[in-house]
Each structure stands twice: as C-alpha cells, then as structure tokens.
C-alpha cells in the first residue's frame, strides 16, 4: 500500500461523453502527476500539479486537463471521450517538483472503458 | 511516445534462474528508475539510478547504468515465482517526477 487512492476502480462511458478520475495523495505530498497506460504498453506522462498549479504536460490534447486541490487531492477530466481513451489511469503523488528526486508513489489506478 | 525499448518484451524462466532485462532511452537524463507492475495494477518502485552512477543493489536486484550507450540494465537473481509481474524503466531528466517509460517486460517465473 503506498498510501495513494484512485477513484473509482472502474467506469464504462460512451464515445463523446466526459468523465472525472480522481486521486488523494501521500499525505504530505504537494506534487501529482497522471499517466495513462493503454493495454500491453508503458505509462505516459500526462500532466503534473505541484501545488494546485499545472507544473508540465507531455502529449495530450487540451481535453484532457486536471485540477489539484489545497488538500492536494486531484481530478483528471477528460471531455469528449474517444475510443482509444480506454486505458489504465494512474496517479502518483510526491513532494516537490524538481531539482531534487523524491520518490513518486503511485496509485492503484483506473480502468476506463470507452464504448 | 515511449522514451524508449526494453528487451525482451517476454521472458519465461524456472525459478530460482537469474532473469535480465535491458532497456535502452534517447535523451540526457537525471535518473533512471525501475518499477514492477502485477495485473496491469498500480506501479511499484524498485530501484533508483543516477545519471553519475554506473551500478546499484537493492537485495536481489542489481541495476547498471551505461550513458554513452543510453541504456540500463536490471537483473534479478534468484528468481521467485512471486516475481512474475511486468518490469519497466523510467527516465527522468530533471528529477522532477515526470517520467518517460519503455514498453516494459513481461517476466514469468514458473514455479
């Protein structure tokens, strides 16, 4: 157990609909970040908040967006979902963003399915 | 897109065999990290690897570092059934938790 819960475990949403992942931290940990695992491949880096600010995105589309909360708690919200959405969503949270390495913990994840 | 590949992408070996997967990146990097990951569940950190360090051991684990070939290695001696789980490499390029991953290798250890 790392400390790190995702919400819900699973979610089946239709092509074009919007969904809300969630994620509480580490306690402590100010930093979160999202990847998104699709079936058989690794992880890839959506989007970090360190301290309720938008920290760095890799390479997603601006429907994807998130927001991190004073408790530091998290969503990921996708809009107009597409079919190649279904993946594995995993949070991770840390302290700090930068410079020095601390450990990222990550959460047990997300499955969604897109019909 | 992935930072880079990992070999093999399955390996199959009876317990108690030494297992070894290689993983090769692009860019500059902070560290390297590996994680282990059971039925496509959450990510667990394995062992960490600065970009000024060529080798380190954490139990039965033993990872190597080779920047001017880009590419890392992590062995696991003594191989468990409990081992079986799918293996990746992160990169990290400024030690700022935002991490490129491999494809990842599928490792079964058969009893």
């Known amino acids: 157990e790392t400390g790190v819960t995702q919400s819900p475990t699973h979610l089946i949403k239709t092509r074009g609909q919007q969904v809300t992942l969630r994620c509480s931290s580490q306690s402590g940990h100010n930093t979160v970040s999202w990847y998104q695992q699709a079936l058989g491949q690794g992880p890839q880096f959506i989007f970090q908040?360190?301290?309720?600010?938008?920290?760095g995105r890799g390479n997603f589309p601006p429907r994807f967006s998130g927001l991190q909360f004073p408790n530091y708690s998290s969503e990921l919200n996708v809009n107009a979902l597409e079919l190649d959405d279904s993946a594995l969503y995993l949070c991770?949270?840390?302290?700090?963003?930068?410079?020095?390495?601390?450990?990222?913990?990550f959460g047990p994840g997300t499955r969604l399915t897109v019909l | 897109s992935q930072q880079g590949e990992e070999d093999p992408q399955a390996l199959s070996i009876q317990e108690g065999e030494n297992a070894t997967m290689n993983c090769s990146y692009k860019t500059s990097i902070n560290n390297l990290q590996w994680y282990r990951q059971n039925s496509g569940r959450g990510l667990v950190h394995l062992i960490l690897i600065r970009s000024n360090e060529r080798e380190k051991h954490s139990g039965r684990l033993r990872v190597t570092l080779d920047t001017s070939k880009k590419s890392s290695s992590l062995l696991i001696t003594a191989s468990r059934a409990a081992d079986t789980a799918s293996y990746f490499c992160?990169?990290?390029?400024?030690?700022?938790?935002?991490?490129?991953f491999g494809g990842g290798t599928r490792l079964m250890v058969k009893p």
């Open positions: 991770a949270s840390s302290l700090g963003a930068g410079a020095v390495y601390n450990e990222q913990f």
């Open positions: 992160a990169t990290d390029r400024n030690a700022g938790n935002m991490l490129t």
């Open positions: 908040y360190y301290r309720e600010e938008e920290n």
